[in-house]
């Protein structure tokens, strides 16, 4: 007998949106899920893809604004009315050396990587069914401290919670929600 152990990942016929995906980390995050055969409907402020991925869809969508993002979601479901997964990948960080963050600052990378990843998975999960997938990209950071940069740290953290909480309250629906936490990787942000 003959296998094609390639075909077990196969994800033809799988509707996949990725939040964060003009550029690095959720770009070829976009394009690893188009490669394997997804329909995959990507994300971005930027009006346009800095990196573009092959193969998928990409609308202009700040994870904060709750309408647009529903918008991007109901095109990717399409008339299936389904998304297979959904990645959330989007991420703001801004170091200082001392540490001291301001509360404008503070906020606003709570707001983008911890507050935007609930709601945004909220919305998706309005088109999720069993066996749908939910993954965050949170960071080494949601287990370990580091220096300079204490609202990033603290919305990784959160963000790693935010999956153990949601993972609970989707596993009746059979949606699976689990965090990718990345060391380093050279992109843009780093
Ligand atoms: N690179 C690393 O070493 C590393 C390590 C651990 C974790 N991470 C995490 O991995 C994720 C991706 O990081 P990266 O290294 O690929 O950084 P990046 O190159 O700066 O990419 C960040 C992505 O997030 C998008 N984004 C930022 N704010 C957004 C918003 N309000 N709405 C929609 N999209 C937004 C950016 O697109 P626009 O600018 O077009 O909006 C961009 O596509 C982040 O969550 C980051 O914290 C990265």
């Not at 995959?40 to 092959?54: A, D, H, I, N, T």
């Not at 080494?140 to 401290?145: D, F």
């Not at 309250?169 to 929600?177: A, K, L, N, T």
């Amino acid at each position: 007998m003959t296998t094609n152990s390639l075909a077990l990942f196969s994800l033809t016929g799988r509707t996949a949106v990725v939040a964060g995906a003009s550029r690095g980390i959720g770009a070829a995050i976009a394009a690893g899920l188009a490669g394997a055969g997804a329909t995959v409907f990507s994300c971005g402020r930027s009006p346009e893809p800095l990196e573009p991925s092959e193969g998928t869809t990409y609308r202009p969508c700040d994870v904060t604004d709750e309408a647009r993002f529903e918008a991007v979601c109901r095109e990717a479901a399409g008339t299936r009315r389904r998304i297979d997964a959904f990645v959330f990948a989007a991420g703001v960080t801004f170091p200082s050396v001392s540490g001291h963050q301001s509360a404008d600052t503070f906020a606003r990378t709570i707001s983008v990587n911890l507050t935007s990843a609930y709601q945004t998975a909220m919305i998706a999960a309005k088109w999720m069914h069993e066996s749908s997938s939910i993954v965050f990209v949170t960071s080494i950071n949601s287990t370990l401290g580091f220096p300079g940069n204490p609202a990033y740290v603290a919305a990784k953290g959160g963000l790693r919670q935010l999956m153990k909480a949601l993972a609970l309250d989707f596993g009746s629906r059979g949606i699976r929600v689990n965090a990718l936490a990345p060391g380093y990787i050279r992109t843009s942000m780093t």
